[in-house]
């Protein structure tokens, strides 16, 4: 979806203010037919509205298939950031103890794209831990931990995607069906 408002945009004549209003209804039209939680709309907002993001950069409950050595199932990423093509950071919306939910958002890093995704956020829509992946790094502050478009665009510049080894992401696909259970007990419903 590519309309949103841009907060402080001051339309230049009427017709540009009844587009700018349009855009934003259609957008919030969007997200309330994806029928998001609020911790999903906070975090969504913020980064349109504070961290410069635009929504084409934004993958929302993104479904990724899992193949196993004797299983295949499907997985729900709540948020992604992608800049340039690349998925940056994963993002966990998570209602219940930030940091019981680490663990997940590192295997779904390491085994939903062929690279690595360099960082995963959990975050329950005002509390945040900020991982990073390759050096299992954690910080833990509020949602402003999750850099701003300019910032990602400068860690991507100097960024060297690698590829998780094969021999183990069986495991972390492993701790990914398991956390499945825990978020979705009946099934994953599309």
Known sequence: MSFY??????????????????????????????????IHRRVIK??????????????I?????IQLEDLKFDTIVDLILKLNNKRLIL?????????SWERYAIALCRVVESFTIPYALITDGELAR????????????????????NECEKILSDMIFTLYPEEKKDREGRIVYAFEGLRYPSGINF
């Open 130 to 149: 900020f991982i990073n992946i390759s050096d299992g790094s954690v910080t833990t502050g509020f949602l402003d931990l999750i850099p701003s478009k």
């Open 46 to 59: 913020f980064l349109l509205n504070e961290r410069g993001y635009s929504p084409a950069e934004i993958e």
């Open 61 to 65: 409950n993104r479904v990724f298939s």
């Open 5 to 38: 408002l841009p907060l402080g945009k001051i339309p230049e004549n009427p017709e540009e203010r009844d587009q700018l209003i349009s855009a934003y209804l259609e957008y919030e039209a969007y997200l309330d037919s994806l029928r998001l939680s609020n």
């Open 91 to 99: 993002i966990i919306c998570a209602t219940s103890s930030l940091d």
